[in-house]
């Protein structure tokens, strides 16, 4: 079956660092996405990876182990505007897109 | 550039009824995907339409279905609505629906159904 995990809900501070954890079991897979959503609006795009190691973008990095099944998308100089759901996604070899449930991350000033 | 659009933002309709919603993908984009989204599953993929035919299907009954028109515009309709289908309804449209495309969301048309 297709399983994509990640934790519910995680709580940081302003200014400081967090990680969320994205593990996949899928058919296949051609990508990994992350993406933001806060409440009431649409995902947006945060970052691809296609190939193993960190990707860096900003404040933002995003980090792919394929042999693992295993993901992250780090935070940075957390801001309140961080506090939304990010969503993992796999591109899947039947070039369709599993998304997990998703991990809301609060942010406390 | 103008993003996604989709039509109605709101709906409320009841058992039995049918619906359908409209998507506007971005200017050149031919390929537009249909998600559900709700709390207890969330996003989860319908379909996927690239130059007016169907590509790609996810696990939902007969009752969804699509459409694709020459402009790239799309439809999804909903028939013999039950009340689980009350949920967010997400398009997204792409260059060419291909992984390393980026997928760019409209606002979504919140469905309820009574």
């Known amino acids: 079956g297709q399983n994509i995990d990640q934790p519910t809900e995680m709580t940081a501070t302003e200014g400081a660092i967090v990680q969320i954890n994205c593990t996949y079991q899928t058919s296949g897979f051609n990508g990994l996405f992350w993406y933001q959503q806060h409440a009431g609006e649409a995902p947006t795009f945060l970052s691809y990876n296609v190939l193993d190691g960190l990707e860096e973008k900003g404040r933002f990095s995003s980090f792919l182990s394929r042999s693992k099944g295993y993901s992250y998308l780090l935070l940075k100089e957390l801001q309140m505007k961080d506090s939304a759901s990010y969503l993992c996604?796999?591109?899947?070899?039947?070039?369709?897109?599993?998304f997990g449930k998703g991990t809301r991350l609060h942010i406390l000033p | 550039k103008a993003g996604v659009t989709q039509t109605p933002r709101y709906l409320i309709k009841t058992r039995g009824q049918q619906v359908t919603l409209s998507c506007s993908p971005i200017s050149g984009h031919r390929s537009v995907s249909w998600y559900q989204q709700t709390p207890g599953q969330g996003l989860q993929f319908l379909f996927e339409y690239f130059s007016e035919t169907q590509r790609n299907k996810g696990n939902f009954p007969g009752r969804f279905s699509g459409r694709q028109f020459s402009n790239s515009r799309s439809e999804m309709n909903v028939s013999t609505l039950e009340l689980g289908d009350s949920a967010l309804y997400l398009c997204a449209s792409s260059l060419y629906g291909e992984s390393a495309d980026t997928q760019y969301f409209g606002p979504g048309t919140r469905l309820t159904v009574l």
């Open positions: 996604a796999v591109w899947n070899r039947d070039d369709k897109i599993i």
